[in-house]
């Protein structure tokens, strides 16, 4: 029996051995790194799954087309925590466990949407252009503490948005029908409407995944909504939004500012591209999970939940449960 393979396409920014690679070698697996061209071409995913029993994928596109060589491939590990470029149906068809690694990043998405936030809020950029430019024009901002504060979405992640957020005294509402509204309270908040969360939040995240029912679900109706002046961040799914109709929200004032870690193309082209280009458009190139401790700790789930599939076992976090019934695993 052949020595399993393992294919690495994401974890590789650690400067050294991405931890869990060694972690597997140590385990006697072949591991493969190699990093996929900008744009994800599914061509190329489809040649390196050839021969692979594993991989511990970042955004590559996993379908019907990038698996037909892939005879071996028995897990798709997720670096992260959507999954939305897998297509679960295909896997499942063909016996392919797909997890992912919840958690581990919570805190680092966390961080980035309320640095956006108050980036926004205070201006920052706009402040650090002036002083560069030798203006020295003083930009007006508000406390936070003034500000409520509105989630879509009431998971890992908005549980430590909502513990950051109180800790800038800002009061917090959230709407998520799938939370309890005991476990929202809990957290400090406050389990709301749609229709309130619009009305009253001086700012709105997103913390949903992307999802067919969801795509777009931040278009022009939702956006008249909110509150005029008020702010939105996006650190979840590019194609959570309609670009088209925040960019015109933008344009008209109706929203006084975005931050935006992801868009809907990325890198960014056409309405993407106008979007981040808006004066007051703050973007990052989807870096919410960029930190090392995260980074660190996504590898070596995605490790560890590899490791245990190919020693014949239930890997921890798997997100297609019904292939379990074709797999004959411990």
């Known amino acids: 029996m052949p020595t399993p393979k393992v294919l690495?396409?994401?974890?590789?920014?650690?400067?050294?051995?991405?931890?869990?690679?060694?972690?597997?070698?140590?385990?006697?697996?072949?591991?493969?790194?190699?990093?996929?061209?900008?744009?994800?071409?599914?061509?190329?995913?489809?040649?390196?799954?050839?021969?692979?029993?594993?991989?511990?994928?970042?955004?590559?596109?996993?379908?019907?087309?990038?698996?037909e060589k892939a005879g071996r491939l028995r897990i798709v590990a997720r670096n992260?925590?959507?999954?939305?470029?897998?297509?679960?149906?295909?896997?499942?068809?063909?016996?392919?466990?797909?997890?992912?690694?919840?958690?581990v990043m919570a805190d680092a998405v966390a961080d980035e949407t309320l640095g956006l936030l108050l980036a926004l809020v205070r201006r920052i950029p706009t402040g650090s252009a002036?002083?560069?430019?030798?203006?020295?024009?003083?930009?007006m901002g508000e406390d936070l503490c003034s500000m409520t504060l509105g989630l879509l979405g009431g998971g890992r992640i908005a549980a430590e948005v909502i513990r950051r957020a109180l800790g800038f005294k800002m009061a917090v509402l959230v709407h998520d029908p799938w939370v309890e509204e005991s476990s929202i309270r809990e957290l400090g908040a406050t389990p709301v409407s749609m229709d309130q969360l619009l009305s009253e939040s001086d700012a709105i995240t997103l913390h949903i995944p992307f999802t067919d029912d969801n795509e777009k679900i931040v278009n022009a109706d939702l956006l008249a909504r909110m509150k005029a002046g008020s702010f939105f961040i996006n650190t979840a799914r590019g194609g959570l939004v309609d670009e088209e109709a925040l960019l015109e929200a933008l344009t008209t004032g109706h929203i006084a500012g975005a931050g935006l870690d992801c868009q809907a193309t990325e890198p960014p082209v056409g309405i993407s591209s106008e979007l981040v280009e808006h004066e007051r458009v703050i973007a990052m190139p989807h870096a919410g999970s960029n930190t090392v401790t995260a980074r660190r700790e996504m590898n070596l789930m995605a490790g560890r939940q590899v490791l245990t599939m190919l020693q014949g076992k239930?890997?921890?976090?798997?997100?297609?449960?019904e292939v379990l019934e074709k797999l004959d695993l411990k």
């Not at 974890?11 to 072949?30: H, R, T």
């Not at 071409?41 to 996993?62: F, H, M, N, S, Y």
């Not at 149906?89 to 958690?103: D, K, W, Y």
């Open 130 to 139: 002036n002083v560069k430019a030798g203006q020295y024009q003083v930009p």
């Open 8 to 67: 690495f396409t994401a974890g590789l920014d650690f400067g050294g051995v991405p931890p869990a690679q060694a972690m597997l070698q140590e385990a006697g697996f072949e591991v493969v790194c190699a990093r996929t061209a900008p744009g994800q071409p599914q061509e190329e995913t489809r040649e390196k799954l050839e021969g692979v029993d594993a991989i511990i994928a970042g955004a590559d596109r996993i379908n019907d087309f990038t698996l």
């Open 314 to 321: 239930v890997p921890e976090h798997v997100v297609n449960p």
């Open 80 to 103: 992260g925590v959507g999954y939305d470029q897998v297509d679960l149906q295909a896997c499942t068809e063909r016996g392919i466990v797909v997890v992912n690694t919840p958690g």
